[in-house]
């Protein structure tokens, strides 16, 4: 068991490298020798700035579309070495860079290399997982993020006194490290067993559930069940055989309900109000009397250990009281931080205001609301949707989400800005509505996913109403009479090799 939580780990640096990445060009950007290298000046900022900050989404969605085929193809844990050969591709050429326009480049091909992570690194963890904790883990997953913020946040600290322009560069060649990393690493790990099944490897998919789920027996209820699953659910010939062939995610009423909870999951976790809570932010802090370096960082350092915190808590709470549970309760909380939030940025979010007090009380609603968020959406952004997409389409469905994320972040980056610099504080008031619309949303069309496997979800969606379905008490008894039909099956007859039919056991799933 211990092995297989180090494979998961190895999987974990996918979104290490993903944070550190995403997090450091704001940090690059903002040295005075990444400037003077560049001759940037102030009339050149406002264009370049545009350019630099997209060319990392421009990358991550043309990589969208690669990286479904690429994880198909080739298996989850090549798909997580190509990624990280497009990393290391890019660390070299943006610290390497002799011109601006050849640092965007590699932001680019960043941008892909993580595309490529990003699918490949959730659909490796939810399939390898153990059924037991596939919730907890595949949520911390995306709530360890934070980890890989930090050391990017840091690097101007342990750089600042080197000499020319390494202050800048090396930075940027770590990146290298980890994709490094993560490369070797995955020439160690075993393949998924659902992609081995789907690839006709039929005994090797065996060994697998066997090792790392049934303590080393391959007559463990959990593995011949996994297994009679697989053989039900996941098609030899399926669509993601076929590099070119989407039509699974829209071709049918059951994958447009996947759809409304894809699509649903990207929209909602990035047009609650995640996007805005920073633009009164450096106003208040000064108001508040947070106006030296240090303590500007200080309060930007227990934002991301607050954050951090409120994450691992969310992962451990998907399985509590559910996926659905966490995205409502955290939805409707976030309906009364907003109302607080714009009522304090109302009347203390001015140059002119004087009172401390209420800068402050601003500052620690917005905290609140970002530990609100991070508890109900950073956990599930990565597991809910690979929970509700099918073995043929989780890789080039991943990659659709992706795509989903990125759209609604571009209207984020560039949308909200304008919105805000001619309303200011009113459009939170618009968040208020917003969130009730979500929780509307995610009240009448969210499945719930919790305590089932990833074959067993398939079967909610086929119901002519998949959120009602999910709702329906389910609870699985393994019984010598369910093994017994499982070993009758055609593609379960190898277990007979090993032994005897196994000996009868009642245990819930």
């Known amino acids: 068991m211990f092995k297989l939580y180090f494979f998961l780990l190895v999987a974990f640096l996918n979104n290490l490298i993903n944070a550190y990445a995403g997090t450091l060009v704001g ?13 940037l000046n102030d009339e050149a900022v406002g264009s370049d700035v545009g350019l630099l900050m997209s060319s990392y989404a421009i990358g991550n969605i043309v990589g969208s579309f690669f990286c479904g085929p690429f994880t198909d193809w080739w298996g989850r844990r090549w798909g997580m070495f190509s990624g990280a050969v497009f990393v290391i591709v890019a660390a070299i050429v943006q610290g390497s860079s002799k011109s601006l326009e050849m640092f965007i480049g590699g932001r680019i091909i960043m941008g892909f290399g993580i595309a490529l992570l990003n699918t490949a690194g959730p659909c490796y963890v939810a399939e390898m997982a153990h059924p037991a904790w596939r919730g907890p883990i595949t949520g911390l997953y995306n709530a360890i993020w934070g980890l890989g913020s930090v ?151 227990l934002f991301i250990v607050l954050s951090l915190g409120s994450a691992l808590i969310g992962a451990f709470m998907v399985d509590r009281i559910g996926r659905r549970g966490v995205l409502l309760l955290g939805n409707s909380l976030m309906i009364f931080w907003w109302t607080v939030i714009a009522i304090l940025c109302a009347l203390y979010a001015r140059e002119e205001n004087g009172n401390e007090h209420g800068a402050r009380a601003a500052i620690a609603f917005i905290t609140i609301f970002g530990m609100t968020y991070s508890f109900s959406y950073t956990p599930l952004q990565v597991l809910y949707p690979v929970e509700c997409l099918a073995y043929e389409t989780r890789a080039k469905g991943m990659g659709f989400y992706n795509l989903c994320v990125h759209i609604a972040g571009f209207f984020n980056a560039y949308g909200i800005p304008t919105i805000m610099e001619k309303i200011q504080w009113r459009f939170y008031f618009i968040y208020v509505g917003w969130n009730f619309c979500q929780v509307a949303w995610i009240y009448f069309f969210f499945v719930e996913t919790r305590g089932r496997s990833l074959e067993e979800i398939n079967e909610i969606f086929k119901a002519p109403y998949p959120k009602n379905k999910s709702l329906e008490e389910h609870v699985f008894v393994l019984s010598e009479q369910v093994l017994a039909k499982s070993w009758e099956l055609n593609d379960l007859k190898e277990f007979n090799t090993r032994g005897s039919a196994p000996s009868t056991s009642t245990q819930p799933l």
């Open 27 to 39: 940090i690059v950007w903002s040295m005075k020798e990444f400037h003077e290298y560049f001759h």
């Open 151 to 301: 050391p990017a946040l840091l690097s101007p600290h342990f750089v600042k006194n080197l000499p020319g322009h390494l202050s800048w560069r090396l930075p940027l060649w770590f990146q290298a490290l980890g994709g490094g990393l993560l490369l070797i690493s995955c020439m160690f790990i075993p393949e998924s067993p659902r992609w081995l099944y789907a690839n006709d490897l039929k005994e090797e998919s065996v060994r697998v559930l066997e090792k790392y789920h049934g303590e080393g027996s391959r007559k463990s209820p959990i593995v011949v069940l996994t297994y009679r699953e697989m053989v039900q659910e996941v098609f030899i010939e399926g669509s993601d055989k076929r590099w070119w062939d989407y039509s699974d995610l829209f071709n049918s009423k059951t994958a447009w309900w996947r759809n409304t909870c894809i699509i649903g999951i990207a929209f909602c976790s990035q047009w609650c109000g995640n996007g805005t809570t920073t633009y009164f932010q450096a106003m208040l802090q000064q108001q508040a009397g947070i106006v030296t370096k240090g303590a500007i960082n200080i309060t930007t350092y």
